[in-house]
């Protein structure tokens, strides 16, 4: 196969930290072989692998790991809070530690095991002025010049959120995939909705940029919790209710604290491209995980250079 395709023999992980999932390819024992591709052919739920973003694990000097974010269509994230807890969850099985340093696009970020399946991590202090954000220009970024009074935060990647009476009521696809390309934001942004529950619980729904709806993003909840303390809405210790289940979010003088449940849904190895009945498809291993222990089957594949 190209080296645009699916590598033959690639293992990878299927996580999801409430339901926003991701596939990890660890490039320490890989090599370099994610590009932006092969993650749009990965990221194809249909056509390929699925996710909401590709994360690749490698050396540092700086941290025990470092980490890589891919959206699905092929653009870099600076952040991903959820795979983040996810990787340093795994990784600290691994070794048998409960702390863990993790460098990102953030800077170097600290997790720790809470145990009874809760991983911990800082995703270090909001980037609150609008250089940072980025905005487009000079603006409040508590309540930006957009119908609807969002706020915008920085938490390694650019955010609007979006504070309405029933988060559940928005067409959040249309909604979402408007306010991403704002001109506000020459980098694109995360969209969240969200309404107040108590003075400590928030539920809120998310649509990532380069991605679309999701079950849950950690990047998102800090966010929307600093965006609720800074309105005044909470206290800087939230409860988060997202479609695919409950985070909580502590924002200290230290950064932004996020802490919930992460899964390993799989592992993966793929063994060779094939055709079935004339239409391209990808003969994956399952090698642990989803009761498919050693199981091989087939899934819809189209090549990076067919897309």
Not at 23 to 33: A, F, L, M, P, Y
Not at 119 to 144: C, I, K, R, Y
Not at 283 to 307: H, I, N, Q, V
């Amino acid at each position: 196969m190209q080296s645009t395709s699916f590598p033959d023999g690639l293992p990878f992980m299927k996580m999801h930290g409430l339901g926003n999932d991701f596939v990890v390819i660890d490039e320490r024992t890989t090599g370099s072989v994610v590009n932006a591709p092969l993650a749009r052919a990965i990221g194809d739920r249909h056509r390929g692998v699925g996710f909401d973003q590709l994360a690749v694990i490698r050396h540092s000097a700086e941290a025990d790991v470092e980490l890589v974010f891919w959206n699905a269509d092929g653009s870099t994230a600076g952040a991903c809070g959820n795979a983040t807890r996810c990787i340093a969850a795994y990784e600290m099985a691994r070794t048998g530690t409960d702390t863990l340093t993790l460098r990102t696009e953030r800077g170097v970020l600290f997790a720790r095991d809470l145990g009874d399946g809760i991983t911990s991590v800082n995703m270090g202090a909001p980037l609150l002025a609008w250089q940072d954000v980025p905005l487009s220009h000079e603006v409040d970024t508590l309540a930006l010049p957009i119908a609807g009074d969002p706020t915008a935060t920085g938490m390694g990647n650019p955010h609007c959120t979006f504070f309405v009476d029933d988060a559940e009521a928005v067409d959040l696809a249309t909604f979402g995939a408007t306010h991403e390309h704002h001109p506000l934001f020459p980098e694109r942004t995360n969209v969240q909705v969200a309404h107040l529950i108590a003075p400590d619980h928030l539920r809120m729904r998310v649509w990532e940029r380069g991605v679309g709806i999701t079950l849950a993003s950690g990047s998102s909840s800090c966010a929307t919790a600093v965006a609720a303390a800074r309105r005044g809405l909470t206290g800087r210790k939230v409860r988060i209710t997202l479609d695919g289940g409950e985070i909580q979010i502590d924002w200290r003088d230290d950064g932004v604290w996020m802490s919930g449940a992460t899964s390993t849904a799989a592992r993966f190895r793929s063994t060779g491209a094939t055709t079935v009945f004339g239409c391209p498809a990808l003969r994956l291993m399952c090698l642990t995980g989803s009761g498919y222990e050693r199981a091989g089957f087939l899934k819809p594949w189209l090549p990076p250079e067919r897309l």
